[in-house]
């Protein structure tokens, strides 16, 4: 109940809320959903930077005529029957860091998902944990290297959200996760359980998605993100420089991307004596089709065309427990300095957490 001037909205409670985001997938594997959503993806001044009366008419004269068949039918063979398997561990990895969260702060914070582009889209997240209450908001962008394509442009998102909001959560954006330890560690392990299980191949590849070499002479880090988690990794696993290498993948148009292309990088490598490989995306929190279709399928074949006698793909880290450990970590780092949060952590958090029995 209202009870006076200085009381406004007393009686809801003050939530910190945490949302997680990835980039976003179409809502069916059909040419009409793909055009949907390449429409809002490839209009993105952050993610194509190319003068937009130019763009629009490549755009809508070639691309989006062609592009949806051919895409449809790349997400088909990835389909399952819970849907695009982006948006499947997503919702697996937001329900089990709602339960690492709720074991550990109870209903003081709470925690949704949404997609960049397509559906559930970050309008409709932010509009959950305003009705939940949540004055204070955390923003994971689920890309552990930080680029404009990417982390900036969910960013513009929310700020174009909150143009039509009155009352502005604080906010608190996680720009990159890129060097932190426990996700370092979490990949690390994953790894190591592959090697227990496969045996070991001549290199491991670590393939990130690429952007065109523009950004990086524009100032982007990501180039410079991506080889930091592959060295990070490399030492943490003991690989020497020949064991490894960091390639990038998923190029779009013509225009020259970063470079080593996966594509190329796996061409050459049987000529050059390296007869197995295994393939890890460091960069992808979930598997989606540019790693089961284009590092799982597509590249596969580049490889054993070319004289390739084994071609292992290991698996993103989803929803396993040691990324969903390592992501909480990163999160609580960064919930630190929000109050009441920081008392909790210390003294109630252990007690409140057996209360509530601990789920994870
Ligand atoms: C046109 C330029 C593109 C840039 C720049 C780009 C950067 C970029 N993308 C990811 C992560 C993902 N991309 C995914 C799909 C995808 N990417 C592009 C284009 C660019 N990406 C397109 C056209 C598509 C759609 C698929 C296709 O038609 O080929 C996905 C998978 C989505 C899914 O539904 O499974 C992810 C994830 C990053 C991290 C990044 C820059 C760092
Ligand atoms: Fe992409
Ligand atoms: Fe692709």
Known sequence: MFKGVDDFR?????RTGILLTNLGTPDAPTPSALRRYLKQFLWDPRVVEVPRPLWWLILHGVILNIRPR?????????????????????????????????????????VEFAMRYG????????????????????????????????????????????????????LRLINHYHDFAPYIDAMAKHIERHWAEHGRADRILFSYHGVPKKYLLRGDPYHCECFKTSRLLAERLGLN?????????????REEWLKPYTDHTLMALPAAGVKSVQM?????????????????????????????????????????????????????????????????????????????????
């Open 10 to 14: 007393h009686d809801q409670p003050v």
């Open 70 to 110: 051919r895409s449809a039918r790349a997400y088909r063979t990835v389909w399952t029957e819970r849907g695009s398997p982006l948006l499947y561990h997503t919702q697996d990895q937001c329900e089990a860091i709602r339960a690492y969260m709720h074991a550990r702060y109870g209903e003081d914070v709470v």
């Open 119 to 170: 559906n559930p889209s970050i309008p409709s997240a932010l509009q959950k944990l305003e009705d939940q209450g949540v004055r204070q908001l955390l923003v994971l962008p689920l890309y552990p290297q930080y680029s404009g394509a990417t982390t900036a442009s969910t960013f513009d998102a929310i700020a174009q959200d909150f143009m039509q909001r009155r009352w502005l959560p604080e």
């Open 241 to 253: 420089k020949d064991e490894y290498m960091t390639t990038f993948q998923s190029r779009f148009g």
């Open 280 to 360: 890890f995306c460091p960069g992808f929190a979930a598997d989606c089709l540019e790693t089961i279709e284009e590092i799982g399928e597509e590249n596969r074949d580049y490889f054993m065309e070319a004289g390739g006698e084994d071609y292992q793909y290991i698996p993103c880290l989803n929803a396993e427990q040691d990324h969903v450990f390592a992501l909480g970590a990163l999160l609580e780092q960064h919930l630190k300095g929000w109050e009441p949060l920081a008392e909790l952590d210390r003294s109630a958090t252990r007690a409140q957490a057996e209360r509530l029995g601990a789920e994870v």
